[in-house]
Nanobody, 127 residues
Framework: LAQVMESGGGSVQAGGSLKLSCEVS????????MGWFRQAPGREREGVAT????????DYADSVKGRFNISRNDAEKTVYLQMNSLKPEDTAMYYC????????????????????WGQGTQVTVSS
C-alpha cells in the first residue's frame, strides 16, 4: 500500500491548467509539511511548492509564483497543486512529499528533510 500517492497528471497545451492531488497515508504528527517537487529529463529535482499544516504559510519556487497554488485538506491528509498558465518548461515528473519535522524546514529548498515520497505523476505541456 503506497504511503504517498499522487494523481492528476496529464498532457495539456501551453496556457492550460491541471490540478494534482496527493493522499498521504503515512502516520504523521498533526503538525507536518507537505509539498510538491518536480524533475525534468536531464535536470535535478527542484522544489515547486510547500505548505505547513493548520493553514500555515506556503512557499513557492520563483518560476511558479502567481501561476501555481498549493492547498491542503488536513482532515483528509491530502495536498493539492493547482497549476494555471502552464508553460512547456513546466513539463516534468511531479512528486508529492511529506515530513513532520520542524516547520522551519518547510521550504521548497528543504528537499533533504522529506523522508516520504510518492512515485510521481507526469505533467506534459505542449507549445
Amino acid at each position: 500500500l503506497a504511503q504517498v500517492m499522487e494523481s492528476g497528471g496529464g498532457s495539456v497545451q501551453a496556457g492550460g491548467s491541471l490540478k494534482l492531488s496527493c493522499e498521504v497515508s503515512v502516520n504523521l504528527y498533526t503538525k507536518n509539511c507537505m509539498g510538491w517537487f518536480r524533475q525534468a529529463p536531464g535536470r535535478e529535482r527542484e522544489g515547486v511548492a510547500t505548505m505547513y499544516s493548520d493553514g500555515g504559510r506556503a512557499d513557492y519556487a520563483d518560476s511558479v509564483k502567481g501561476r501555481f497554488n498549493i492547498s491542503r485538506n488536513d482532515a483528509e491528509k491530502t495536498v493539492y497543486l493547482q497549476m494555471n498558465s502552464l508553460k512547456p518548461e513546466d513539463t516534468a515528473m511531479y512528486y508529492c512529499a511529506a515530513h513532520d519535522h520542524d516547520p522551519v524546514y518547510c521550504f521548497t529548498t528543504d528537499e533533504r528533510f522529506f523522508p516520504y515520497w510518492g512515485q510521481g505523476t507526469q505533467v506534459t505541456v505542449s507549445s
